[in-house]
C-alpha cells in the first residue's frame, strides 16, 4: 500500500536522468501506473524528444535485486542506437536512484511499441470472426518468430539466459494496437512485424547471484525450469519453438478457431495436447507438432519435434536453424519452374498411420484414380516428354491447392494440370485428400 501511495504521488512529475527529463504518467489523484507481479510500472515521457520509457519499480527491492539488476543494466542488452526492430529493446538499460521511500531504486527501460502476444491472442480468441479481419499476415507473424529466434540467438552468444519466454513477455507489433512508440508516433504498418521481449527478472548470466528460482510459465517452461532446476544455455530454444508454433498457426484461415486455439504444450509429456475437432468431443489427443504445421511448414515442425523431444538443452535445435525457414515463409524465394516429374507417389492426408500410399511408376501409361482407394475423379496420364499431367474426368471437378498457396483452384471437366510435387488434391465427394510427392 505505502509503495502504490508514492507511486501515485510520483505521476505528473518529472526526473533528470543522465541526458533525459522523464516525464512520468498520469497525476496523484489517479493511478496510472501499472501492476504486475513483480512491482509497478509507469511510463514516461523524455521532454526533450518525446520517446517514451517505462520505470520499473520493485515490491520487494532488496539487496540481491539491486545487485540482479546493477549487472543486468550493466550486460546493455539493448539497442539505444536502434528505433526499431530490437527483439531485445525491451531490456533495462538504466538504475534510477532512490525514487521515494520505498522505491530505493528502479529500473529504465524503452516503451517497445505492440502489445504483448498474449493480449492480442485474447483478442483473436474475443473476435467473432476467425480468422480476425485485422490478424496480421503469415509473413508479418513469421517476422515476429524471426525476431524471437534473433533475440534468443544473440541472448545465447553472450551466455544469457532469459529463463521466462512466455507469452505475457514477448511484445509484438501488427501496426494497429498497442502503445505509442519512438517519438510518441502510433503504430503504423511500417512498424508491423517488430517485436521485442520484456520482463527479464528471471535471468541467469555468468556471475550474477541466482533469484528465486520459479517453475515458469505453464505451457511454456523447458522442462528443467518446470522441475525448478536452473536454466542454462538452450534452456530459452522450448519457449522459444512453442511460441514459434503459435504465430504461425494462429490465424491460419485453413483450420477452424478451435484447431487454431484449443491446444497447450503439456510439460509432463513434452508433447502437445489437442481437443478433437469434433466439438461435440472431448477427446484429446498428443502430437509432436501443431498437424497444420506438420502439412505447410515440415521444416519448422521438424525443428518444433527436435526441441521438444531433446534430452538436453544444448541439444535442442540452436535459434540461429530456425531463421532460414522463417525467412523463406517472410520473403518467399523466387521459384523456378516446377521441375516436370516422371515418378510419383500419392499419399493420403490422414492423422492415420502409415496413410494410404500409391506409385506411379516410369513404365505407367495412365492410372484411373477414380479405381483406386483415393476416388479421385482424375486420371494420371503421361505427356510426349515423358512427363505426368492429371486430366480431370468429364462431369466431374477437381480442387487443388499449388505448393506455397493457401488458396484452392477449382478446375472442371477436361482440365490438364501438370503435375508437381506437393500438390494437394482436396477431397470431396467420397474422395481422399491426398498429396502427391516426388518418387520414394
Not at 196 to 202: E, P, S, T, Y
Request: net charge negative; hydrophobic share 35%.
Amino acid at each position: 500500500m505505502q509503495l502504490r501511495q508514492e507511486a501515485r504521488a510520483l505521476q505528473g512529475k518529472t526526473i533528470e536522468f543522465e541526458n533525459r527529463s522523464l516525464h512520468i504518467a498520469g497525476e496523484s489523484s489517479r493511478a496510472e501506473f501499472e501492476s504486475g507481479s513483480e512491482g509497478i510500472v509507469h511510463l514516461a515521457t523524455d521532454e526533450r524528444n518525446g520517446e517514451n520509457f517505462r520505470i520499473k519499480c520493485f515490491w520487494e527491492p532488496d539487496d540481491i535485486r539491486r545487485r540482479r539488476s546493477d549487472y543486468l543494466v550493466a550486460l546493455q542488452l539493448a539497442d539505444l542506437n536502434k528505433s526499431k526492430a530490437d527483439a531485445l529493446g525491451g531490456a533495462p538499460f538504466g538504475m534510477l536512484p532512490s525514487l521515494a521511500p520505498s522505491m530505493p531504486f528502479a529500473v529504465l527501460m524503452r516503451n517497445v511499441g505492440g502489445e504483448s502476444w498474449r493480449k492480442l491472442r485474447t483478442r483473436a480468441e474475443a473476435d467473432t470472426q476467425y480468422p480476425p479481419s485485422w490478424w496480421p499476415p503469415v509473413s508479418i507473424r513469421a517476422t515476429w518468430a524471426y525476431g524471437l529466434a534473433t533475440a534468443v540467438m544473440n541472448m545465447e552468444r553472450r551466455e544469457f539466459v532469459h529463463a521466462d519466454i512466455s507469452p505475457g513477455n514477448v511484445v509484438v507489433n501488427d501496426g494497429i494496437h498497442g502503445t505509442l512508440g519512438h517519438m510518441g508516433k502510433e503504430n503504423s504498418d511500417d512498424d508491423a512485424g517488430d517485436m521485442a521481449l520484456v520482463d527479464f527478472d528471471r535471468y541467469v548470466h555468468g556471475r550474477a547471484e541466482i533469484s528465486e528460482l520459479g517453475k515458469g510459465t505453464a505451457g511454456y517452461a523447458a522442462k528443467e525450469v518446470w522441475t525448478r532446476k536452473v536454466p542454462q544455455i538452450g534452456t530459452d530454444r522450448t519457449s522459444m519453438a512453442i511460441l514459434i508454433q503459435e504465430f504461425i498457426v494462429l490465424g491460419d484461415p485453413e483450420i477452424c478457431k478451435e484447431e487454431a486455439l484449443d491446444w497447450t504444450y503439456n510439460q509432463e509429456s513434452s508433447t502437445f495436447d489437442l481437443k478433437s475437432s469434433d466439438v461435440d468431443s472431448e477427446d484429446i489427443r498428443s502430437v509432436r507438432a501443431h498437424p497444420l504445421l506438420a502439412a505447410k511448414y515440415s521444416t519448422l515442425a521438424r525443428l518444433v519435434e527436435d526441441t521438444i523431444c531433446a534430452t538436453n538443452p544444448d541439444t535442442r535445435p540452436a535459434p540461429q536453424s530456425w531463421r532460414g525457414p522463417l525467412r523463406d515463409i517472410v520473403d518467399p524465394p523466387t521459384s523456378a519452374a516446377p521441375q516436370k516429374l516422371r515418378e510419383l507417389t500419392l499419399e493420403e492426408i490422414t492423422e492415420e498411420s502409415p496413410p494410404y500410399r500409391l506409385a506411379f511408376k516410369t513404365g505407367m501409361k495412365m492410372l484411373n484414380l477414380s479405381e483406386t482407394r483415393f476416388r479421385i475423379h482424375a486420371s494420371l496420364k503421361r505427356d510426349s516428354d515423358g512427363s505426368i499431367y492429371l486430366a480431370v474426368h468429364d462431369g466431374a471437378r477437381l480442387s487443388i491447392k499449388i505448393p506455397g498457396s493457401t488458396n484452392t483452384v477449382e478446375y472442371g471437366k477436361g482440365a490438364r494440370v501438370l503435375v508437381q510435387a506437393g500438390l494437394i488434391l482436396v477431397g470431396q465427394d467420397g474422395s481422399m485428400s491426398t498429396r502427391l510427392l516426388g518418387p520414394r
